[in-house]
């Protein structure tokens, strides 16, 4: 029997250190700190510092995610870069409150190397049924996917890899790939970049932007998600915010997985909507990712 194929996301690692307090403190006063089975790998560069395999582990430890593809760290199960100089794993510093969402206070560590087309072509892609690019490099991403096409036009249709993007961030070079994705995630903050008050109105306004037969999907946050396809018909899910607003950081990348997972097994739009903003809700109301894992094992 053929072994089970895999979602790959590629992107970035990064850590985040956040820091919980009761309230954000007053300026110039002191405040006291307080100390799913699906068959998924990642890939993205990565540090081979002290940090790099905390990182890891925390991967690891996750059920949703089953093995891991970066660079450099011993504990990964592939490597792919490793004659590119050694760098330090990127670290964003964060303050959260209980009635406030986090704020970044440092980033560092910005120069880790994204993925490259070449990296990619190193991927045996027989190993996966679905492939998802956080929009970064995105020239490059291009290239990658076009590497995806390729392979996919000597497959039956059944057997395709389906291959999704988010373009998340405004800015100007990553929406080259919009008519890339078979399943393109759009952020309210692009949707607004493009002078959209809705996610219904940036679905049917950026709707041209991708290719015959793609999903545009938009989420907006406490209004839930749209969604539009082929046949014109904008499919929408509710919000499903949790009793007490914990951690907000992290939601749209919960969302996005959850799509996913339940496209990639057969479900439909509007099921994939829905599970999305439940388990993007659900991760609002705590920190961290420890709890996710269970919506994806039922």
């Known amino acids: 029997m053929e072994q089970q194929k895999k979602t790959l996301c590629v992107g970035l690692v990064c850590l985040d250190i956040i820091n919980v307090v009761d309230k954000y403190p007053e300026e110039d006063t002191d405040s006291r700190l307080a100390p799913r089975m699906v068959s998924t790998q990642t890939m993205s560069a990565q540090s081979e510092d002290d940090l790099s395999c905390p990182v890891c582990q925390d991967i690891f430890k996750n059920p949703v995610v089953l093995s891991c593809s970066h660079s450099f760290c011993k504990d990964c199960l592939q490597s792919w870069w490793r004659e590119k100089p050694i760098q330090e794993c990127p670290i964003c510093k964060r303050r959260s409150s209980k009635s406030d969402p986090p704020r ?15 990296d990619f072509s190193k991927v045996d892609l027989h190993q996966f049924k679905w492939i998802h690019w956080e929009g970064r490099n995105a020239q490059e991403q291009v290239k990658m996917i076009q590497q995806v096409v390729m392979y996919n036009s000597t497959l039956p249709q059944q057997q395709k890899i389906t291959v999704s993007v988010e373009i998340e961030k405004t800015r100007e070079p990553l929406y080259q790939l919009f008519p890339h994705g078979d399943v393109v995630f759009v952020s309210k903050d692009v949707a607004r970049h493009f002078g959209f008050q809705s996610a219904e109105a940036a679905l049917r306004g950026l709707y041209s932007r991708v290719k015959q037969g793609a999903v545009l999907v938009c989420a907006w946050a406490e209004k839930g998600a749209d969604a539009l396809g082929p046949d014109g018909v904008i499919v929408h899910s509710d919000a499903f915010p949790p009793e007490s607003l914990v951690d907000t950081l992290g939601a749209g990348d919960t969302f996005n997985a959850a799509v996913i997972y339940t496209l990639s097994n057969g479900g439909s739009l509007q099921d994939a909507l829905a599970f999305g903003c439940k388990v993007a809700g659900r991760k609002c109301g705590f920190h961290g990712y420890d709890d996710i894992g269970k919506y994806f094992t039922k």
Not at 107 to 114: A, R, T, V
Request: charged residues 20%; aromatic residues 0%; hydrophobic residues 45%.
């Open 104 to 118: 970044n206070l440092a980033l560092k560590n910005l120069n880790l190397p994204d993925v490259t087309a070449e």
